[in-house]
C-alpha cells in the first residue's frame, strides 16, 4: 500500500470511528481475530495435510525420501508460522527506583493509578531521556500476561512543575486506564506478530514456499490492521490528555504539552550544542552535565527564543508518521486556541525537586558518572582531532593573508573554521566557495543547514545541490528539509522527501551488502590510488616484518560507483612447518594481521583487505576470505609493496 492510500484510508477510517466509535471498534477488534483465525487455520491445515499424506505412506508401506519429502514441506512452514507467533519484546533499561528511595513518587503513581483504574507497576525506571513512557512487556508473547514499566527522564522532571508532572504521569498511566488501554495492546501485540512473520518469510532460508502461500494475505492484512490500529491509537492519545485533564485540570495539562515541547528543543538545539562545543578548548569532558542542566531549566528562557520555539512547535502539523497529534490540535482538544495560549505559570520547586526528595542529588550524580565515563574516550579524540585542526587552520590563514586560496585551500578554510567554530562562524567562507564553484557540495550543505536553522527556505535548494553532488550529502540534506518542511506545517511536501529517504536507504543497503565481499564473480579493475596514498600506505606495511608482498586493486561498483572500494591482498611470509602443517593457525594469525591493520593505518577510502592462501590445501569452506592470488596478480599486474 502506498503512503498516499494509506493515508487516504486513515482519513476515511477516522471519520467512521468518530461517527461509530463503538462500532469501529468491533471493527478492529474483527480484523484483528481474522489474522489469528488466519494463523491457525494455515497451521491446521498444514499439519492435517501432513499428517494425512504420513498416514497414507506409514498404512500404504509407501515410506521413502519423496513422502519424508513431501510431509516436510507442509511441516517447515506450520513450524515457521508457529515460532513467529511468540513475540518477543526487550526489556526497557533504566535505573530502577523503589518505593524506599522515593516515597513521594511512589504515592503519586499508585493514586492516579487508583483514580484512573490501571493495573500497577512492577518497576519505575529514571532515565537520561527528556521523555516519559509506559511499556508493556507480554511475558507470554502474544497471549499476554503483561510486566509494566513506567519510564520517567529526569531531565523532563527537572523542566516541570509538580503540577505539570502529574499531567504527564496521567497521560501515560491514561494509556493503560480501563479497558480501551488493553485492548489497544492487544492490537498492538497482533501487528507485531505479523511484522514479525513477514520479516520471517524475507529472511528465513527456504521460506520462499511459505511467502508464495502468504504473502498476498499478508501484504494485504498487515497495511490494513496497520490503519486501523493507528486510527485507534490516536484516539487513545486524546483520550490520555483527558484523563491527564480530569487529573489536574486543562491549565497544568496545557502547560506541561507546550513546555514539553519549548524544552525539548532548547536542549537539544541549545544546552547539549554547547556542552559539545566545550570540546574545542577542554580536553576533559563536563563531569556534572545533568547537574548544570537542571539549573539551566530552573531560569525561565528568554521571551524571544522561548517565543521563536513555541512557533515552532504550533506550525507542526498532524500527520500520518505519527499516532501522537500536533501540539496545536491537542492544546484545541483541551480548549485554548493557538492565539489565546495559557499564561504560563513559574514554579520555585521542580517536579524532580518534589517527588524525587533527598535521591535526586545522588541520581543525578550517578549518570553525570555515567555521562563521563560513556562520552570520556571520544572527548579526547574529538580534542586532539580540534588541536591538530587549529594548527592546519593557523597556517592556511597566514597563506590566505599574502596569496589567493585555490578552490580546495578555501573549502578546507571554511571546513575546518565550522568545525572549530560552528557553522555561522564559516558562513562567509562557505560563500566565498560557492562564488568559486557554484555547485560545491560542501559548502552548499553548510550553507543550507544554517538557511535551515534560521527558517530560510532558500537552504532547500542549497541542500538539493549537495544532494546532487555529494551521496554523504543525501541522507542528512534530506532530514534537514523534511524537518523544517515538517515545521512549516507543509506534511505534503515533507512527506516527498521522506519517500526519498526510503528510496536512497534501499539503495545504500545495496550498496553496503555489494562492499561486503569479494570473491572470484566480482569485476576487478586497475586501482587509481594516488602515489601519495600509495607511498603511505607501502611506509606502514614496512613495518610488518611477515608480509611478503601486497597488491592493490580496485573493485567495479554499480551502485554509487563514485565511492571507489579498493581490494588489498596481502601475501604473508611463513615458515616450511607453518605453511604444510598449520594452515589453519596460519590462517587465523593472517585474520589477526588484517584485523590490525584495518584498525591502524587510516584508509583515504573503504579497503577490503583480505590474504592470499597460505596452503593450496585450506578448506575454502572455513576460510572463505581467501580469494585467488592468480586472479588478482593478473588484474595488479605488479605489487604495490614488497619485501
Known amino acids: 500500500m502506498t503512503q498516499e492510500k494509506f493515508d487516504e484510508l486513515v482519513r476515511q477510517l477516522e471519520s467512521y470511528s468518530q461517527q461509530y466509535p463503538n462500532m469501529y471498534k468491533l471493527r478492529v ?42 510431509v516436510l514441506i507442509f511441516i517447515v512452514p506450520a513450524f515457521m508460522i508457529l515460532r513467529s507467533l511468540w513475540v518477543t519484546f526487550p526489556e526497557p533499561t533504566g535505573t530502577r527506583l523503589n518505593r524506599k528511595q522515593v516515597p513521594e513518587l511512589f504515592a503519586l503513581v499508585n493514586r492516579l493509578t487508583k483514580s484512573l483504574q490501571a493495573p500497577p507497576f512492577h518497576q519505575i525506571l529514571l532515565t537520561t531521556e527528556f521523555n516519559a513512557s509506559v511499556v508493556q512487556v507480554p511475558r507470554l508473547g502474544i497471549f499476554g500476561w503483561q510486566k509494566n514499566y513506567l519510564i520517567l527522564g529526569l531531565p523532563l522532571m527537572q523542566s516541570l512543575s509538580p503540577e505539570q508532572f502529574q499531567a504527564v504521569l496521567a497521560h501515560e498511566i491514561g494509556h493503560l486506564s480501563g479497558n480501551h488501554s488493553r485492548f489497544a495492546g492487544w492490537i498492538y501485540r497482533v501487528r507485531k506478530t505479523w511484522m514479525q512473520i513477514l520479516e520471517r518469510f524475507q529472511t528465513d532460508q527456504g521460506a520462499e514456499v511459505v511467502a508464495m502461500s502468504f504473502y498476498g494475505f499478508i501484504n494485504w492484512y498487515s497495511p490494513l490492521l496497520n490503519a486501523y490500529s493507528f486510527v485507534l491509537a490516536r484516539a487513545n492519545e486524546y483520550e490520555a490528555d483527558r484523563c491527564a ?28 550544542k554547547n556542552v559539545g562545543q566545550q570540546v574545542n578548548t577542554q580536553p576533559e569532558p563536563p563531569t556534572a552535565p545533568f547537574a548544570d542542566l537542571a539549573q539551566s531549566l530552573q531560569h525561565e528562557i528568554e521571551p524571544e527564543t522561548y517565543n521563536k520555539l513555541l512557533e515552532r512547535s504550533l506550525a507542526i502539523k498532524t500527520d500520518n508518521s505519527d499516532t501522537h497529534p500536533c501540539l496545536s490540535d491537542r492544546l484545541q482538544a483541551l480548549g485554548f486556541n493557538p492565539s489565546s495560549l495559557p499564561v504560563m505559570s513559574f514554579s ?7 517527588f524525587l526528595g533527598n535521591a535526586l542529588s545522588h541520581l543525578t550524580e550517578q549518570f553525570d558518572r555515567q555521562w563521563y565515563e560513556n562520552i570520556k574516550a571520544s572527548w579526547k579524540e574529538r580534542f586532539t582531532y580540534i588541536q591538530d585542526l587549529q594548527i592546519a587552520l593557523q597556517a592556511i590563514e597566514e597563506k590566505a593573508k599574502s596569496e589567493i586560496l585555490n578552490l580546495t585551500e578555501a573549502w578546507n578554510r571554511a571546513f575546518w573554521t565550522s568545525e572549530i567554530m560552528g557553522d555561522r562562524a564559516a558562513l562567509p567562507l562557505a560563500q566565498n566557495v560557492i562564488a568559486m564553484q557554484a555547485d560545491h557540495a560542501g559548502a552548499n550543505y553548510l550553507l543550507g543547514r544554517v538557511l535551515i536553522e534560521d527558517a530560510d527556505p532558500y537552504g532547500i535548494e542549497h541542500l538539493e545541490i549537495a544532494m546532487e553532488g555529494d551521496v554523504d550529502a543525501y541522507i542528512p540534506s534530506c532530514e534537514l528539509i523534511y524537518g523544517f518542511l515538517k515545521q512549516q506545517g507543509k506534511n505534503d511536501e515533507a512527506q516527498k522527501y521522506q519517500q526519498k529517504l526510503e528510496s536512497h536507504y534501499q539503495k545504500v543497503y545495496l550498496a553496503q551488502q555489494e562492499r561486503a565481499t569479494v570473491s572470484c564473480f566480482d569485476a576487478l579493475i586497475t586501482h587509481d590510488l594516488p602515489e601519495e596514498e600509495v607511498n603511505k600506505l607501502q611506509q606502514y606495511l614496512s613495518h610488518y616484518k611477515n608480509i611478503e608482498a601486497c597488491y592493490l586493486v580496485r573493485k567495479h561498483l554499480k551502485h554509487f560507483p563514485e565511492k571507489s572500494m579498493y581490494v588489498m591482498a596481502i601475501r604473508c611470509r611463513h615458515s616450511f612447518w607453518t605453511r604444510f602443517r598449520l594452515s589453519a593457525r596460519a590462517l587465523k594469525k593472517e585474520q589477526e594481521a588484517i584485523a590490525k591493520i584495518v584498525k591502524e593505518f587510516q584508509f583515504a577510502n573503504y579497503t577490503y583487505v583480505t590474504v592470499f592462501a597460505s596452503d593450496r590445501s585450506f578448506n575454502k569452506q572455513e576460510f572463505p576470505y581467501v580469494i585467488s592470488e592468480d586472479y588478482i596478480k593478473k588484474v595488479a599486474g605488479k605489487p604495490i609493496y614488497q619485501s
Open 348 to 354: 520555585p520547586v521542580t517536579a524532580g525537586q518534589q
Open 245 to 272: 485533564a480530569d487529573s489536574v485540570g486543562n491549565q497544568h495539562t496545557a502547560e506541561a504539552l507546550i513546555l514539553i515541547g519549548v524544552k525539548s528543543q532548547y536542549i537539544d538545539n541549545s544546552y547539549w
Open 29 to 70: 477488534a474483527a480484523l484483528a481475530a481474522f489474522g489469528y483465525l488466519y494463523i491457525f487455520v494455515a497451521i491446521a491445515l498444514l499439519l492435517g495435510v501432513a499428517i494425512f499424506i504420513g498416514a497414507i505412506a506409514i498404512y500404504g508401506h509407501f515410506i521413502n525420501k519423496f513422502t519424508i519429502y513431501l
